[in-house]
């Protein structure tokens, strides 16, 4: 049982490239999340996917895009990176009828050129 | 909208206890989380209040007063391996699906 994981740990980007960032969760879980963590400050949402086959926007979608390929995987793909895209991505993942644990990655850590 | 108001740093000595306090301001409130987070780790699942009161984990508790908006956690019996961040986070509930905000957390550092 891995839990949350992500790929990759570590990334680097020139201005206008593009990446997808891989999550996937073996808990069974139907709601997983993308958030992003820029240095002294807390987690914001990007985007979430309640169940399989939905996506929504969170508080700062722009400039990304995500799929819930199954539900396992939620990927979040970023068409043209810009540098205030640098951060921490942290995809998490909950069960919808259970606690308020939400389980999270190890984290990807970005930076733009 | 959501805000959440966390202080950004505590300094406490190894043995004492510590209060970090959490107030917000939201619609839909379900219930109050807290998060730790060694630097460079993932955030990590301390406790959780849906209702009015203390929760205990441990060396750990969690309050809330939905009345007043306001949280704490308290830490008792600090140890070196405590130093870290903490963050409070709000609970919306939306249609068979939950939604958090999170705080902007408070360094928590542990001196000998």
């Known amino acids: 049982n891995a839990g949350v994981t992500q790929t990759p740990k570590f990334q680097v980007l020139k201005t206008g490239q593009s990446m997808t960032l891989q999550c996937a969760q073996d808990m069974n879980h139907n709601s997983m999340y993308w958030y992003r963590q820029d240095p002294g400050m807390g987690l914001r949402l990007i985007y979430y996917s309640a169940s399989e086959g939905t996506t929504d926007k969170g508080e700062v979608p722009n400039g990304y895009n995500v799929s819930r390929l199954n539900k396992r995987e939620f990927s979040l793909r970023l068409e043209s990176a810009a540098p205030s895209q640098t951060s921490v991505y942290f995809c998490?993942?909950?069960?919808?009828?259970?606690?308020?644990?939400?389980?999270f990655g190890p984290g990807t850590r970005l930076t733009v050129l | 909208g959501q805000s959440l108001e966390q202080p950004s740093e505590v300094t406490a000595v190894e043995g004492a206890i510590v209060q970090i306090n959490c107030t917000y301001q939201?619609?839909?409130?379900?219930?109050l989380s807290w998060y730790q987070q060694h630097d460079g780790g993932a955030p990590t699942f301390l406790s959780y209040n849906a209702l009015d009161g203390l929760e205990e984990t441990g060396r750990f508790s969690s309050f809330l007063s939905r009345s007043d908006s306001y949280g704490y956690l308290l830490l008792q019996e600090l140890q070196m391996k405590d130093s870290a961040s903490y963050f409070c986070a709000v609970r919306v509930r939306l249609i068979n699906f939950n939604k958090f905000y999170f705080g902007s957390g408070t360094k928590l550092n542990v001196k000998p």
């Open positions: 939201t619609s839909g409130f379900y219930g």
């Open positions: 998490a993942s909950i069960d919808r009828f259970g606690t308020d644990t939400q389980y």
